[in-house]
């Protein structure tokens, strides 16, 4: 007979739940937008509330999708979108603010005046981490400022943070557990990341009372329990999206990394149990932990990945569906010389140019549309050549395959291209979701559903290999002509 597991992706448009079985197969799939507000430029925000409540319209909707006993669901993981913060009453459990989100920028006068004061040194040094609104701590730090009376109620234990997945299992459990794990608190910019705990010069730094701090588990471990669902179930699993992934993907091994290709790309890179300083600008995060195996990873993302091909579509209007690129850029017999670099909201890792603008080069009489068709799709994979390539000279190490998931990557020609860019085998699972199955396998290990990780390993489908088809040498010449187009963009 078989045993299930109930895994929540919370993330930031949608609220996804999943039944997934012991052979890693999902069973039902049950998905809900929730809507993000911006109060003001720059600003993103969500209700917390909302998000509680999709959450538990999803997990009882997927498993009535799924046609099973609820008693045969063992256990519960959670993975979600990091850094998001909210903060609540500890007596009514009610947020006292809306969610603020990865993306919110309304902590750039915070950020700037830590730098100001000179905290980037230690920041870097204890968190990995570049002081940027993206992270949690001066969202904590704007929420105490911004209601009534909120640094007093906070240092008098009346406030309580956490990032979704702590909110999440407080509301599963009805308020009677506080907790978060180690990946999720490693991009608040509190946590150290050697000792994997809270630290009062940061919490200093930020002014955020101890009080209020979710305490930090294992990715991999009971919490607790929740009875909502008509059975009683151990919530085992909480682990931030993209380290999620990275477990979905089997990445066990120091060396091994997956990259999501979806509106962004992130790329994350097992860096074993030794955290690695960038010297190129990627962040250093942890990866897991599972009773004493700490894994640590160096993470790097693209900021328009998916996002150029949905530029393609509704801005240039040269494309009806996202799916058509693959096909187009197969009947072209090169790109002709055409790069195109989306640098729309400026460039990421390794270059850091937040003024940079996109650009087009190579044109000539003989341009058409579609090679700046095939030119868009090579530019994700140029972009992610350029992670890689940072990673390594980080690292010293060099890569045996990339996995691959997120919406883009089903793209057979961008798969193709990235292959022959790195060199590399590209390896795409039968499964993409790779982001509900990290949680669902984490869930699974610490509640006996599976014995090991090479238990999981068996249960690895590809369904398809991506081998080089072009040569070193005109590799080379393809790259440089991609660091040239950057470089001029970046001079433009
Ligand atoms: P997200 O989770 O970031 O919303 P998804 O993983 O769902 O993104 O991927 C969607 C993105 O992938 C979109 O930006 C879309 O333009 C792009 N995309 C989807 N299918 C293809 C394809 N076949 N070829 C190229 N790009 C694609």
């Given at each position: 007979?078989?045993?299930?597991?109930?895994?929540?992706?919370?993330?930031?448009?949608?609220?996804?739940?999943?039944?997934?079985?012991?052979?890693?197969?999902i069973?039902?799939?049950?998905?809900?937008?929730?809507?993000?507000?911006?109060?003001?430029?720059?600003?993103?925000?969500m209700?917390?509330?909302?998000?509680?409540?999709?959450?538990?319209?999803?997990?009882?909707?997927?498993?009535?999708?799924?046609?099973i006993?609820?008693k045969?669901?063992?256990?519960?993981?959670?993975?979600?979108?990091?850094?998001?913060?909210?903060?609540?009453?500890?007596?009514?459990?009610?947020?006292?603010?809306?969610?603020?989100?990865?993306?919110?920028?309304?902590?750039?006068?915070l950020?700037?005046?830590?730098?100001?004061?000179?905290?980037?040194?230690?920041?870097?040094?204890?968190?990995?981490?570049?002081?940027?609104?993206?992270?949690?701590?001066?969202?904590?730090?704007?929420?105490?400022?911004?209601?009534?009376?909120g640094?007093k109620?906070?240092?008098?234990?009346e406030?309580?943070?956490?990032?979704?997945?702590?909110?999440?299992?407080?509301?599963?459990?009805?308020?009677?557990?506080?907790?978060?794990?180690?990946?999720?608190?490693?991009?608040?910019?509190?946590?150290?990341?050697?000792?994997?705990?809270?630290?009062?010069?940061?919490?200093?730094?930020?002014?955020v009372?101890?009080?209020?701090?979710?305490?930090?588990?294992d990715?991999?471990?009971?919490?607790?329990?929740?009875?909502?669902?008509?059975?009683?179930l151990?919530?085992?699993?909480c682990?931030?999206?993209?380290?999620?992934?990275l477990?979905?993907q089997?990445?066990?091994?120091?060396?091994?990394?997956?990259?999501?290709?979806?509106?962004?790309?992130?790329?994350?890179?097992n860096?074993?149990?030794?955290?690695?300083?960038?010297?190129?600008?990627?962040?250093?995060?942890?990866?897991?932990?599972?009773?004493?195996?700490?894994?640590?990873?160096?993470?790097?993302?693209?900021?328009?990945?998916?996002?150029?091909?949905?530029?393609?579509?509704?801005?240039?209007?040269?494309?009806?569906?996202?799916?058509?690129?693959?096909?187009?850029?197969?009947?072209?017999?090169?790109?002709?010389?055409?790069?195109?670099?989306?640098?729309?909201?400026?460039?990421?890792?390794?270059y850091?140019?937040?003024?940079?603008?996109?650009?087009?080069?190579?044109?000539?009489?003989?341009?058409?549309?579609?090679?700046i068709?095939?030119?868009?799709?090579?530019?994700?994979?140029?972009?992610?050549?350029?992670?890689?390539?940072?990673?390594?000279?980080?690292?010293?190490?060099?890569?045996?395959?990339?996995?691959?998931d997120?919406g883009?990557?089903?793209?057979?020609?961008?798969?193709?291209?990235?292959?022959?860019?790195?060199?590399?085998?590209?390896?795409?699972?039968?499964?993409?979701?790779?982001?509900?199955?990290?949680?669902?396998?984490l869930?699974?290990?610490?509640?006996?559903?599976?014995?090991?990780?090479?238990?999981?390993?068996?249960?690895?489908?590809?369904?398809?290999?991506?081998e080089?088809?072009?040569?070193?040498?005109?590799?080379?010449?393809?790259?440089?002509?991609?660091?040239?187009?950057?470089k001029?963009?970046?001079?433009?």
């Amino acid at each position: 007979m078989s045993k299930y597991i109930l895994a929540i992706d919370q993330g930031t448009t949608s609220s996804r739940a999943m039944i997934i079985d012991d052979n890693l197969k999902i069973i039902s799939i049950s998905q809900q937008e929730v809507a993000n507000t911006f109060p003001k430029p720059g600003w993103v925000q969500m209700s917390a509330s909302e998000i509680w409540t999709s959450v538990q319209y999803v997990c009882l909707n997927a498993i009535e999708k799924a046609k099973i006993d609820v008693k045969d669901i063992k256990t519960i993981g959670i993975t979600n979108q990091r850094e998001t913060t909210i903060v609540w009453d500890k007596k009514t459990g009610l947020p006292v603010y809306d969610a603020l989100v990865w993306q919110s920028r309304q902590t750039n006068e915070l950020c700037e005046k830590a730098v100001r004061a000179g905290y980037t040194d230690v920041i870097k040094r204890k968190t990995g981490l570049p002081i940027d609104p993206y992270f949690s701590s001066s969202k904590i730090r704007w929420i105490l400022d911004n209601i009534e009376n909120g640094q007093k109620r906070a240092e008098n234990g009346e406030l309580l943070f956490g990032t979704v997945d702590s909110w999440l299992v407080y509301k599963l459990t009805n308020g009677s557990v506080h907790i978060t794990d180690v990946t999720n608190a490693s991009r608040t910019m509190l946590m150290n990341l050697d000792t994997l705990k809270w630290d009062q010069e940061l919490l200093d730094i930020w002014n955020v009372p101890n009080c209020m701090l979710p305490e930090i588990k294992d990715s991999s471990e009971i919490y607790g329990y929740t009875h909502i669902f008509g059975t009683k179930l151990p919530i085992a699993a909480c682990v931030g999206d993209q380290q999620s992934a990275l477990f979905g993907q089997m990445c066990f091994e120091k060396g091994q990394c997956k990259n999501t290709y979806g509106t962004g790309c992130f790329l994350l890179f097992n860096t074993g149990n030794k955290r690695v300083e960038s010297k190129n600008g990627l962040v250093t995060t942890v990866g897991w932990k599972i009773k004493d195996e700490i894994v640590y990873a160096l993470e790097g993302s693209v900021f328009v990945a998916g996002a150029a091909i949905q530029w393609l579509r509704d801005g240039l209007k040269v494309i009806e569906k996202a799916s058509e690129t693959e096909r187009i850029a197969y009947e072209l017999e090169s790109s002709d010389g055409v790069y195109v670099v989306p640098a729309f909201t400026g460039l990421g890792a390794p270059y850091w140019d937040q003024n940079a603008k996109g650009a087009i080069f190579g044109l000539t009489r003989g341009t058409t549309t579609n090679h700046i068709i095939r030119a868009t799709l090579e530019s994700l994979a140029y972009q992610t050549y350029d992670l890689i390539e940072a990673m390594q000279q980080d690292t010293d190490l060099t890569i045996a395959a990339l996995q691959v998931d997120g919406g883009a990557c089903r793209n057979n020609y961008l798969m193709q291209f990235q292959s022959d860019l790195l060199q590399t085998k590209i390896v795409r699972p039968e499964n993409f979701e790779t982001t509900a199955l990290g949680a669902a396998m984490l869930a699974g290990l610490a509640t006996g559903i599976f014995v090991d990780k090479n238990d999981l390993i068996d249960k690895y489908k590809v369904e398809q290999k991506f081998e080089p088809y072009l040569n070193s040498m005109q590799v080379q010449k393809l790259i440089y002509g991609w660091k040239k187009a950057i470089k001029a963009t970046m001079e433009f």
